[in-house]
């Protein structure tokens, strides 16, 4: 049996993409994830991330990524409810990665606070069939959903060191960061609007924008 396992990285981020990743692996070699140290990634240094992808590359028949630009997200969540809205686009494109992989079973970490549903989303965009297993904290418990998760960030790492590379120190993308607000509070009062790597429909950069505009609007 072919088993694939599915997860994201950069959901809350308001810098950079968000990357899903799926691998897909002969059943039998699952234990050999864990003789490699596939285990949840949060719990993974960058470094040690870095090397897992690797080996996990060897031992899989396959692996898929996906990286959605912040514009492709702005397009979907800008009306409506966000959360919902995101969970769908999420669904549809973790069906992409489901269809490229083909597997019998496909265990995916659910972004839907109802798990039933995100499964459901899924397979109503799949035209193959296969046996879909939507968890919470599916990442800590399969380590297939573990090696996705890792390559999944180390994708987004890359993509957030390139841009750090040609606009400095913008934090880790996420809007815990007071490295990442400082840089999107930076770069809307030197330019006015924000460049194509920011999710421009997040609440943190739609407010930096306002206050910026109301303190050139009491400057003028």
Known sequence: MRVAGVDDAGRGAVIGPLVIAGVLINEQNLPKLEEIGVKDSKRLSPHRREQLVKEIKKTALKYHIIKLAPAEIDK??????????LNRLEAQTMAKVITALKPDVAYVDASDVLADRFKRHIAENLPLKVQIVSEHKADVKYPVVSAAS????VERDRAIA???ERHGNIGCGYPTDPKTIK???SWIQKFGSYPDFV????????????KAEAKQARLS
């Open 150 to 153: 890792i390559i999944a960030k």
């Open 183 to 185: 840089f999107l509070e």
């Open 199 to 210: 999710r421009k429909s997040w609440k943190p950069a739609k407010r930096l924008k306002t």
């Open 162 to 164: 390139e841009l750090q």
């Open 76 to 85: 979907v969540v800008k009306t409506g409810k966000k959360l919902h809205r």
